[in-house]
């Protein structure tokens, strides 16, 4: 009998070698094999020159299901989800992905992954890229005491809050409920009470397309609502450099429990979501229009309108990607039928519809 950690590596491993696709997507000229009772068919995306994957020193895995890795709970297979182990990793992936579409994992608490999953390659920044360098003192031009932290991307925006309170550091405690990454914040300029992800950045670094680490100064780049503009495609975000003001660690600590306290009691925190789905219009709070439109606790299958925040949909508990997707379709419908407004979605649709 094989042990169930040399089974996955026996099925990893001769999935990479006949790069292995999941059966409903395989077409009849495929070939395939079976292993240990999986059916593999070759993978059309990932052809001989995907040996470079056995270089990866981070974990590779084929049809890795994506509502492992989201908070609504939803989301199909990706083809390969690689956890990188380091940026020299993350440069094998950039320079030999192919024609495999790249997509960029953080949290997955903004996302809604189709059913169907995510063809390609899914990048997960969660294991090697956790790392927050001590604190670095100096003054400001206008003569104040601030810290300097390089942070990785996939250091989580709540820890990187409390971190920052140890050190008597202001200018986070706002953001300590977003359930994001770093790299997820500064992609979406995550914002709340006030402040937004880009107001503390002083840089951040990317690996471009090429594979090749770019610095961005924040001069360099453009903070949008719930957006950050690059000079030029970002590729992946690795790490930021974020600057503090020094202040009352008990102070900040009281603004820290004050937040979480009033996002418990006005989100749906017990089930999951992925926060706010819409922008708020200009001059409009989107949940007010979902609200004054009777849409909350509107409900296909296991996705429903929050009774308590309208701009959450939740996930019941066996929710699909097309019952979020039909929500959505149908609060946009009727709010611009009362209101003439569009709403957006602040929630990014993803993979293979
Ligand atoms: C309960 C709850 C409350 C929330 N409250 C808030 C709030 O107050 N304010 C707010 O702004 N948002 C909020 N959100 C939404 C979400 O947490 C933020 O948008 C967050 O910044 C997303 O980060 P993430 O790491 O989860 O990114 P993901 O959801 O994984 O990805 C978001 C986007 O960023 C890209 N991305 C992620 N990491 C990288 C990287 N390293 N390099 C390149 N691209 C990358 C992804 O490809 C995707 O396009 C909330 C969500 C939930 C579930």
């Not at 992800?197 to 950045?201: A, H, Q, R």
């Given at each position: 009998m094989l042990h169930d950690t040399w089974k996955t590596r026996l099925i990893r491993f001769a999935h990479l070698q006949a790069y292995g696709k999941p059966a409903r997507q395989a077409t009849a000229s495929q070939s395939c094999r079976t292993i240990l009772g999986r059916t593999l068919y070759k993978r059309k995306s990932m052809t001989s020159s995907s040996h470079w994957l056995n270089q990866i020193k981070g974990e590779v895995r084929p049809d890795e299901m994506m509502s492992q890795h989201t908070s609504l709970r939803v989301g199909g297979p990706a083809d390969l989800y690689i956890l990188p182990q380091d940026l020299e990793d993350l440069k094998l992936i950039l320079r030999n992905h192919g024609d495999s579409p790249l997509f960029f994992l953080g949290e997955g608490s903004n996302l809604l992954i189709s059913d169907r999953g995510v063809r390609g390659i899914v990048v997960s920044l969660k294991r090697g890229f956790k790392r927050i360098t001590l604190p670095e003192f100096s003054t400001n031009a206008q003569g104040e005491e601030v810290a300097t932290l390089k942070v990785g991307a996939g250091v989580k925006m709540s820890y990187l809050a409390k971190f920052a309170t140890k050190y008597g550091l202001t200018g986070m405690e706002d953001l300590v409920g977003v359930p994001g990454s770093l790299g997820g914040a500064v992609v979406m300029n995550a914002g709340a009470e006030g402040t937004e992800?880009?107001?503390?950045?002083k840089s951040v670094t990317v690996l471009n397309a090429e594979g090749d680490l770019v610095t961005y100064g924040r001069d360099q780049l453009e903070f949008k609502y719930r957006k950050t503009i690059f000079p030029q495609q970002p590729g992946v975000i690795v790490h930021a450099e974020i600057v503090l003001k020094t202040g009352d660690a008990a102070e900040i600590q009281g603004r820290i429990d004050r937040h979480l306290k009033r996002r418990s009691q006005t989100q749906p925190l017990s089930l999951p979501n992925s926060g706010s789905v819409f922008k708020n219009p200009q001059g409009e709070k989107a949940g007010q229009l979902i609200e004054q439109a009777g849409l909350k606790g509107y409900t296909v299958g296991d996705a429903s309108v929050s009774i308590k925040h309208a701009n959450f949909i939740v996930n019941k508990g066996s929710a699909t990607a097309a019952d979020v997707r039909a929500v959505i379709d149908h609060v946009r419908a009727k709010v611009k039928e009362r209101n003439g407004i569009e709403l957006e979605t602040e929630v990014i649709i993803a993979g293979d519809w």
């Open positions: 992800t880009g107001d503390v950045l």
